[in-house]
């Protein structure tokens, strides 16, 4: 049988996600389509690939934490505060008195954004016994490439990996964003992302991961790569072309379900956390993939990455009014 058939199952748990990775503060242009080094005005906005999937899985229905580190300063005041409207748990994000909230600047478009980081906090996360525990009574745990490209956060994560591979019961969901700016000269990026890739349940790339990865190359190429390189399920997102899923014995191509661009800050996670709730809910897999297109469809349309999307009811109904159009 295809693992896009597959359905998960999870012996009973306290969490059902643990996002770890960068919580930051994201300061997208005002002006569309403004080059970063001309942009005049940039508007505050909660951001990282960690926070943005635990709030859009948390609004889905999931039961969310985020392990990630902040500075104990104004913008971390700030995230922190978002979260608690949010209503998630924030007491295994590690405050940092002696680092800066990271900052992230990125100039709105509806194509791919820059982007420029100023990190600190986020490069310091601690493995201690509260993290031990925090995994042991979770279900998934969504990792970003950000985390990894420094230590020591990298080495927690590595610790945290391992938790995860003796436990049967546990997935490990990878976004394989890799970019050689974030990490030291010295270090082989790309074989450490490759050797993650292989000890994940899911990977959800971009094209533009892809390139980063193995260069300019086919949709089809892309897929191959990276099942070459010991992927389980590899979603690949290629934006107004939709979505590519495949596990190496079944392929599958969605279309994607809205084309009103205004930003795309955050699409991606917007679809990790459908995904990954789908997931949790027992779908099968190629079912998950269609709740993650929904709710990257509607994040597109706003601004920011937590601009909002519909719950999941009303997402799978747009699924099936979506599919019947087509």
Do not use: H
């Not at 209503?87 to 100039?107: C, G, M, S, W, Y």
């Not at 700016?181 to 000890?199: A, N, Q, Y």
């Not at 300019?216 to 979505?243: H, R, S």
């Not at 917007?270 to 929904?294: E, T």
Request: charged content about 30%; hydrophobic content about 40%; glycine content about 6%.
């Amino acid at each position: 049988m295809s693992f896009l058939d597959f359905r998960y199952r999870f012996k009973d748990s306290d969490i059902d996600l643990i996002s770890f990775g960068e919580l930051l503060v994201d300061l997208i242009t005002n002006e569309e389509e403004a080059l970063l080094s001309e942009a005049e005005q940039f508007s505050r906005f909660f951001g990282g690939s960690a926070g943005n999937v635990a709030v859009n899985s948390k609004r889905l229905g999931a039961n969310t934490r985020i392990l990630t580190r902040i500075g104990k300063d104004s913008f971390g005041d700030f995230l922190l505060n978002v979260l608690k409207r949010e209503n998630i748990n924030t007491e295994t994000i590690q405050l940092d008195k002696k680092r800066k909230t990271p900052l992230v600047f990125v100039n709105k478009t509806s194509k791919t954004p820059a982007w420029l980081a100023y990190r600190d906090a986020d490069k310091y996360i601690e493995f201690n016994n509260d993290v031990e525990k925090i995994v042991n009574k979770t279900k998934v745990v969504y990792l970003t490439t950000f985390i990894l490209s420094q230590n020591p956060s990298r080495k927690t994560a590595l610790k945290v990996i391992d938790l995860i591979n003796k436990d049967e019961e546990k997935s490990l969901a990878f976004d394989p964003c890799f970019r050689p700016v974030l990490w030291p000269k010295e270090d082989d990026g790309k074989k450490l992302v490759k050797e993650v890739i292989s000890k994940a349940d899911f990977i959800k790339p971009s094209l533009d991961d892809a390139e980063y990865l193995f260069g300019p190359d086919t949709p089809q190429n892309y897929i191959d790569k990276y099942l070459q390189v010991g992927a389980n399920i590899v979603i690949l997102t290629m934006g107004e072309d939709g979505v590519l899923v495949s596990d190496g014995k079944e392929k599958m191509r969605l279309k994607v379900y809205s084309k009103k661009v205004v930003d795309v800050t955050g699409a991606g996670d917007s679809f990790w956390a459908g995904f990954i709730c789908g997931i949790l809910d027992g779908r099968k897999v190629k079912d998950a993939v269609k709740l993650g297109n929904a709710a990257a469809a509607f994040k597109i349309r706003g601004v920011g990455a937590l601009s909002p999307v519909p719950d999941k009811k009303y997402l799978l109904k747009y699924i099936e009014e979506q599919e019947a159009s087509q």
